[in-house]
């Protein structure tokens, strides 16, 4: 069964580095999401990207907050300088098309990666 | 402002019950919704989802209603067993994309 990839599954970084978060989607997919969540807490969407371009972004996805499809399969997540708040579970998604455009669409999650800033 | 309520932090049940969860909204008209399942340290899973116009859709042992009127979906879990221990989310779209509720923790006691 096709499923999302993330790599790494944990991260340790300092304060103030910067990081990516790697995910590689389901193939024939067209949209990707990134998603957080600090633990004990819940599902926070961050950005929705298609065709090249982010579609949505929500208040968290501030200027430290970018997004990138470098290639055909990988589509990435950068902090540039990760604050200790930004420790959480970053969940890469796909979808086969945008939720609205077909009346709703499931999307399938990869299995996070941990971020833990120190 | 826009809510996404899940009015059961915890649910504990004896196995072979009927587990019933609440996914309440205000101020928002989504044209579906959907619920996922979310295992510890996992993510979350697709279950089911349903539009609008649907009032209940249904898949094995789930059943999920869904009322545009009373701004509420209940999510049923019939015949409810310990493998069914997890968090459950409800996620509406909102300007095109999901936004998930906190989520119910469910337990299933044998």
């Known amino acids: 069964e096709p499923e999302v990839t993330q790599t790494p599954s944990h991260q340790v970084t300092q304060m103030g580095q910067e990081v990516i978060l790697r995910c590689v989607p389901i193939?024939?997919?067209?949209?990707f999401y990134w998603y957080r969540q600090i633990l004990g807490q819940k599902v926070e969407f961050l950005v929705s990207?298609?065709?090249?371009?982010?579609?949505?972004k929500s208040e968290i996805f501030d200027d430290q907050f970018s997004v990138e499809r470098p290639d055909g399969s990988n589509f990435t997540l950068k902090i540039r300088s990760t604050k200790l708040e930004d420790s959480a579970m970053y969940f890469c998604?796909?979808?086969?098309?945008?939720?609205?455009?077909?009346?709703?669409?499931?999307?399938?999650f990869g299995q996070g990666t941990r971020l833990t800033v120190v | 402002s826009q809510k996404i309520e899940q009015n059961s932090e915890a649910l504990n049940i004896q196995e072979g019950k009927t587990a019933t969860l609440t996914c309440n909204y205000t101020?928002?008209?989504?044209?579906?919704l959907q619920w996922y399942r979310q295992d510890p340290g996992r993510g979350p899973v697709f279950l089911l989802l349903i539009r609008e116009n649907e009032k209940e859709k249904r898949k094995e042992r789930l059943k999920v209603t869904f009322d545009t009127t009373l701004k509420q979906s209940l999510f049923h879990i019939t015949a409810s067993q310990p493998a069914d221990s997890a968090t459950y989310l409800c996620a509406l779209d909102v300007n095109n994309d999901m936004r998930f509720g906190a989520g119910t923790r469910l337990t299933v006691k044998p």
């Open positions: 990207f298609y065709n090249n371009e982010i579609s949505e």
């Open positions: 101020n928002y008209s989504p044209a579906y």
């Open positions: 193939s024939n997919h067209l949209y």
């Open positions: 998604a796909s979808s086969e098309d945008r939720q609205w455009r077909t009346g709703g669409t499931e999307a399938f």
